[in-house]
């Protein structure tokens, strides 16, 4: 209650509560680190964010970079296209479904991603190239570097804490964490429940030129 009544008392002043880094380190179900997870934070008196910052998902090499990106409700994506070969990126995702067909350099607009859930992203051209964007109901959220630790800076606040892997079994659906307090001094380690699938992936045409 008190530090609602804090939050509140900010609010009203115009002040900008205090922020404060924290640690949360997710592993698989065998207690390893798990990379590249996403993590997000949404807190429990949620309010309209702002989505000011640019983001991209390039192909170069012939492959989404980065291979995954999470991005906040609402965000504008572009995606260049950084090789001297055609690009043809699409997706038959719910999330957001569209196409951009074969082009060089940069769209003309960016992509609005208006709806939460992962954005599966394929490559009409070339069949190996596989991304993900990953929309997200917050403001807060990172990805699990090698050590499987998300660095994330957050007001002191009630949230709830959802995590998800390329490698779950359904791609659609989040494990979640019930809500929890957060301050300067929260670090939390969270396991995974689900044993993660085998990550397929698809053998690359070296001798590919499509122009």
């Not at 957001?96 to 350099?105: G, I, Q, S, T, V």
């Not at 499987?148 to 494990?175: C, K, M, S």
């Amino acid at each position: 209650m008190k530090k609602r009544l804090c939050l509140l008392l900010a609010s009203v002043l115009g002040v900008t509560p205090s922020l404060w880094a924290t640690t949360i380190t997710i592993t698989d179900s065998d207690g390893k680190p798990l990379e590249n997870a996403v993590v997000w934070l949404t807190p429990k008196e949620t309010s309209a964010f702002a989505n000011s910052r640019h983001y991209e998902m390039g192909q170069k090499d012939r492959t989404f970079t980065p291979h995954i990106l999470p991005v906040p409700k609402g965000a504008s994506v572009d995606f260049p296209n950084f090789d001297d070969i055609l690009h043809h990126v699409y997706s038959f995702s719910d999330t957001k479904p569209f196409e951009l067909k074969l082009y060089r350099d940069k769209p003309h607009a960016p992509i609005q991603f208006e709806t939460t859930g992962v954005v599966e992203l394929g490559c009409n051209i070339h069949d190996w190239m596989l991304g993900y964007i990953v929309v997200v109901d917050s403001p807060y959220f990172a990805l699990t570097n090698k050590q499987g630790i998300a660095q994330l800076t957050l007001p002191a606040e009630d949230y709830q804490l959802a995590v998800w892997h390329e490698r779950f079994a359904d791609l659609n659906t989040p494990e979640r964490l019930n809500w929890q307090s957060f301050d300067s001094e929260t670090k939390l380690t969270y396991a995974i429940k689900q044993r993660l699938v085998d990550k397929f992936e698809l053998l690359v045409d070296e001798f590919d030129d499509y122009e």
